[in-house]
């Protein structure tokens, strides 16, 4: 099996390849390749713990080139598609390098991909396509109503590459994640950002009343969903990966402060952000039930095990928190 993984420099992609090379059952692959444009949340870091595994190649190039596409993607039996400007913040500042790199990106790469009779494409999405719920879980029947240009934009991708299989009969499966946490989160999510915060000294800024609810998955647990998707998903189908823990953002914060000995002294209470989802909540009954998936990681050892990545990392976040900062 020879996989591509596009976006695979960044937090989630760098997991799955990891998890790939690494874990995988079977001896793994044959051949990852990654096509990843290193915009500033991809890093080559990620990588380093299996640079110098023979099946891995690394390709610099931006999933909107049709020509770089067409190089990289002959000879491959599966792509995974992790590539996206994937930071809510952001996309509110500016939306046009997401409906650029998500929409356009993802097109290209179905294109190319219908073009080279690729076997399997994984497209990696989320729940925040679903809007916000204030009680009750989104089934993946469930019609989207993405409020933010982030995941409008990743709606638009998500039905797109289902659109390929309506149209085409690609066979295409896509997954929809809830929030992931895990060592080498780009230090502008609210995890990182708050434990390098906290690990520095520093104070932590926390939106509106702190009400908002989200269900925190360990990267590793997305990852293992997404492989079973891969592997066993059927085609045209689409696959939530959820079952961590629902937690407000304020309860998030009383843990982060714990594990990081600090008290409320140091949470800073600012202006919500703009169109701020209150809540989200996934079934996962059917994943669980075609593909066995089951979470393994439980939040407070996960996170423990996280605060202790970031702070035996430093070398990883600092250089990268003073590209931001400067
Ligand atoms: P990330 O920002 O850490 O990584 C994105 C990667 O894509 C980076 O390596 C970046 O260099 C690369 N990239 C961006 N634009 C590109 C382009 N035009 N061409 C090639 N590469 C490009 O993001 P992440 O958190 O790892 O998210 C990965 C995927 O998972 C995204 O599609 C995101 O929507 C989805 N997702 C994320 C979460 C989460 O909690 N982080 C949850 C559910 C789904």
Request: charged content about 20%; glycine content about 12%.
């Amino acid at each position: 099996m020879r996989i591509l993984v596009t976006g695979g420099a960044g937090f989630i992609g760098s997991e799955y390849v990891r998890m790939l090379l690494t874990d995988a059952a079977g001896g793994g692959p044959a051949a990852v390749t990654v096509l990843d444009k290193l915009t500033y949340s991809g890093n080559l870091a990620n990588l380093a713990t299996v640079r110098d595994d023979a099946r891995l190649r690394f390709v610099q190039g931006d999933i909107c080139d049709p020509d770089v596409v067409d190089e990289v993607l002959p000879g491959h039996d599966v792509i995974v598609h992790f590539a996206a400007e994937s930071h809510v913040d952001r996309s509110i500042l500016g939306a046009a390098p997401f409906v650029t790199t998500n929409v356009l990106g993802t097109q290209t790469l179905l294109d190319a991909a219908l073009r080279h009779g690729t076997g399997r494409f994984v497209h990696v999405s989320t729940d925040e396509v679903y809007g916000s719920i204030d009680s009750g879980s989104w089934t993946e029947t469930w019609p989207l109503a993405p409020n933010s240009p982030y995941s409008a934009s990743k709606a638009g991708s998500d039905l797109l590459a289902l659109a390929y299989h309506r149209t085409h009969g690609m066979d295409v499966v896509v997954t929809r994640c809830s929030n992931n946490y895990g060592p080498y989160q780009f230090p502008e999510k609210v995890i990182p950002l708050f434990v390098t915060n906290l690990l520095d000294g520093g104070t932590v800024p926390l939106y509106g009343d702190g009400g908002n609810i989200r269900d925190w998955l360990h990267v590793r647990d997305h990852c293992v969903g997404i492989a079973l998707v891969q592997e066993k998903g059927r085609a045209g189908e689409v696959y939530n990966i959820g079952g961590g823990t629902e937690l407000t953002n304020k309860e998030l914060t009383a843990m982060l402060l714990e594990a990081c000995g600090a008290g409320w002294d140091r949470v800073v209470p600012v202006a919500d952000r703009k169109g701020h989802d209150r809540r989200y909540s996934l079934d996962i009954g059917k994943i669980t039930a075609e593909l066995g998936y089951r979470p393994s990681i439980d939040l407070e050892t996960g996170l423990a095990s996280t605060v202790r990545w970031y702070r035996d990392n430093r070398s990883w976040w600092q250089p990268l928190k003073a590209k931001t900062a400067a």
